[in-house]
Each structure stands twice: as C-alpha cells, then as structure tokens.
C-alpha cells in the first residue's frame, strides 16, 4: 500500500501568515496514465471532508486560492498564502493511483 | 446541486450485520463511481469500498474484504454498503462519496456505526 506521511501533524499559525504542509509518499504516486492523484481535503470542526485539490494543484470550484498544492513523484505540498479564522482544521493528503486509497494521517491546523 | 445522504447506521452487537444506504441526487447517478469511506472517533479517514458505474466491478480495503459487501441500484439513485461480522473497530463514521478524477469530489453527512456489547 502506498502509505502517505503528513508533516507536520499540529500546525499552530497566526492568522494573516502563510503555512506549509507536506506529503510524502512511500511510492511514486505517477499513474500509468502519466496523471498524479495526488488530492487535499480540508475537514473543518464536526463536519465533512471538503476536497480543495485534485491531481497535485488543481483546484476545486470555490476553494480560494490562497490555497495551492505543489510537487512530483513522491513529495507533495500544500501551502495557504494567508491563513484566515475559516482555514482552522484538519488536513488530509489522499492518493487515487493505488489501490488501495489511501489517505495521510492527517494535519490540525489551528490559530495561535 | 449534489447532494448525498446516508441511513442505516446505528448500535449492533459484535459479529452483527448493518446495512447502510446512500441516496444520490443532483447529478446523473449511473454516470459515476461511488465510494465508501469511514472515520473512526476522534480519527483520520481509512477507504473502506469503491463501485464502478455500472456496478459491474468492486474493490475494498483488506480490513473488510469478505465481510462488506459493495453495491447499487441505478434505477433508484442509491448505493449500499452491507455489513456482516462487524468487529468493535468498524465502529465509525461512514462516508458516502462521489468519485470524480480518481478522488471525492461530494460527500454526505456521514451515518455512525457503533459496534458494542
């Protein structure tokens, strides 16, 4: 199984300044179809899981895009350009090119 | 607009069965894989099943291979998740999910499973 490793885990930020997480993966996430599934949810305080970025950077309708996801291979990142009150969270790498899917251990983003 | 909502859940004993229902609305059902995923309390989310549109092809974690049993029925919008011999850590919440670009692009609101003696 393509196992998925969150860094870091607890992410306290302050609010108006960047933040980083990153996802690395035990095997190259290239499908045979040259694409990458490599995805990003956001899980805000007692509701579901919202997709923010599919296929490494692309993303959903109505994701702001202070949000943006980078990388290649086997290391992935997502980067919030100003983190606002609304981004406090739980943050989850998930990769569609294995089966089985699998998902990151996840990130808890809170505000300093 | 898409819309997922889950049903079934509940308090079963160990070694018991449950099934679960997702009603899908707002899209063109038969078009698209369906996916269940799960949360165990204060957890990360595990894939726990996936079904091909037609219903023709099914995969599942290994955790519950042999035990969950995928399915759907384009006609009423609806897929399932059968669960049988239910173990204490199947207790979770469960996800419907619609795939879209190898990935969920909507889920539901999540039923909970709580397995207990």
């Known amino acids: 199984d393509a196992v998925l490793t969150q860094s870091p885990l607890s992410l306290p930020v302050t609010l108006g300044l960047p933040a980083s997480i990153s996802c690395r993966s035990s095997q190259s996430l290239v499908h045979s179809d040259r694409n990458t599934y490599l995805n990003w949810f956001q899980q805000r305080p007692g509701q579901s899981p919202r997709r923010l970025l599919y296929?490494?950077?692309n993303r959903d309708s109505g994701v702001p895009d202070r949000f943006s996801g980078s990388g290649s291979g086997t290391d992935f990142t997502l980067k919030i350009s100003r983190v606002e009150a609304e981004d406090v969270g739980v943050y989850y790498c998930?990769?569609?090119?294995?089966?089985?899917?699998?998902f990151g251990q996840g990130t808890k983003v809170e505000i300093k | 607009q898409v819309q997922l909502v889950e049903s079934g859940g509940g308090v079963v004993q160990p070694g018991g069965s449950l099934r679960l229902s997702c009603a899908a609305s707002g899209f063109t059902f038969r078009s698209y894989g369906m996916h269940w995923v799960r949360q165990a309390p204060g957890k990360g989310l595990e894939w726990v099943a996936f079904i091909r549109p037609d219903g023709g092809n099914k995969i599942y974690v290994d955790s519950v291979k042999g035990r969950f049993t995928i399915s759907r029925d384009n006609s009423k919008n609806t897929q399932y998740l059968q669960m049988n011999s239910l173990r204490v850590d199947d207790t979770a919440v469960y996800y419907c999910?619609?795939?879209?670009?190898?990935?969920?692009?909507?889920w539901g609101q999540g039923t909970l499973v709580t397995v207990s003696s």
């Open positions: 296929k490494v950077s």
């Open positions: 999910a619609k795939d879209n670009m190898w990935s969920f692009d909507y």
């Open positions: 998930m990769q569609g090119t294995h089966w089985p899917w699998t």
